[in-house]
C-alpha cells in the first residue's frame, strides 16, 4: 500500500527544522522531479489549531496535551496514508518523536507516550538537527521574537527546558535505528547537504543499509 519516502525531521525550538523542510521539498521537486507533500505538526486541523491555542496560553496539563498530541496525529495519519499511496513522499516536520521528547521533559511517563502512540505509522526516516539551547534560543532571538520579550529568568528557565527536550531526543537517537543525527550547528546550506545525502540514499533504497556508516560520518 504504501509507496512513497515518509520522511520525519526533528529538533528543538530554533534548530532549523522549518527552513531545511522547506528547503529540502524544494530540492526534491524541482532538482529530483518527485511530488512532495510537506506537512507539520501540530497539524492545521481542528485539533491542531486547539493545539497551538493550549501552547500560547500554557493552560493545558503535559497529560491531556499528550493525548491531543496523539489525537492530531491519529488524524493527520489518515492524510499521510493517502499521500504516500499516491507514490507522493512526506516531509513531517516534527512527529511522535517531539511528545516523547517534549510532553516526556514535562515530566510525562515516555512509555505511557509510547502506547498512546502505538499507532501512528512509522516513519521510514527521522532526521534529528542537533542544536544546543543556548544556539537555538539565540537563532529565535535574532528573528526578535524571543529574549527581547521575555525576562532573564524565563530564558533561563526554557534553556534548561530545552536542555532536557534535547537529552530526551538524544536517548531516542540512541535508541533507534531510524534516527539519523546532524549537527545543525553549522551553516544553513551544509546541514541541507547533509540533509540531502540521508535522503538521496533513501531514495534509492539504499538508506538502511547505510544507517550506521551515516549516522557516524555526520556525527563528525
Ligand atoms: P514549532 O511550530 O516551532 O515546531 O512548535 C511547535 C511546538 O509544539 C513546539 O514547542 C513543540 C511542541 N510539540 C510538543 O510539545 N509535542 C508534540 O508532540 C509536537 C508535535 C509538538
Excluded at 527581547?148 to 536517548?171: G, I, P, W
Excluded at 546541514?191 to 545525502?197: D, K, M
Amino acid at each position: 500500500m504504501k509507496k512513497g519516502l515518509f520522511i520525519v525531521i526533528e529538533g528543538i525550538d530554533g534548530s532549523g527544522k522549518g527552513t531545511q523542510s522547506r528547503l529540502l521539498n524544494t530540492w526534491l521537486k524541482k532538482e529530483k522531479g518527485h511530488s512532495v507533500f510537506l506537512t507539520m505538526e501540530p497539524t492545521e486541523g481542528a485539533i491542531g489549531k486547539l493545539l497551538r491555542d493550549a501552547l500560547k496560553h500554557g493552560n493545558v496539563e503535559p497529560k491531556p496535551l499528550a493525548l491531543l498530541f496523539a489525537a492530531d496525529r491519529i488524524e493527520h495519519n489518515v492524510q499521510i496514508k493517502k499521500k504516500l499511496s499516491e507514490g507522493k513522499n512526506v516531509i513531517c516536520d516534527r512527529y511522535m518523536y517531539s511528545s516523547m521528547a517534549y510532553q516526556g521533559a514535562q515530566g510525562v511517563d515516555k512509555k505511557w507516550i509510547g502506547e498512546i502512540n502505538k499507532f501512528a505509522l512509522v516513519p521510514d526516516v527521522i532526521i534529528y538537527l542537533d542544536v544546543s539551547p543556548d544556539v537555538g534560543l539565540n537563532r529565535i532571538s535574532s528573528k526578535g521574537s524571543f529574549r527581547s520579550l521575555q525576562k532573564e529568568e524565563e530564558y533561563l528557565e526554557k534553556k534548561d527546558f530545552l536542555e532536557t527536550v534535547r537529552n530526551n531526543y538524544l536517548e531516542q537517537a540512541n535508541e533507534n535505528s531510524l534516527f539519523f543525527t546532524i549537527n545543525a550547528d553549522i551553516p544553513l546550506k551544509d546541514v541541507q547537504t547533509a540533509l540531502r545525502r540521508v535522503v538521496g540514499r533513501f531514495l534509492k533504497g539504499e538508506g538502511e543499509k547505510n544507517n550506521a556508516e551515516l549516522t557516524d560520518f555526520f556525527k563528525n
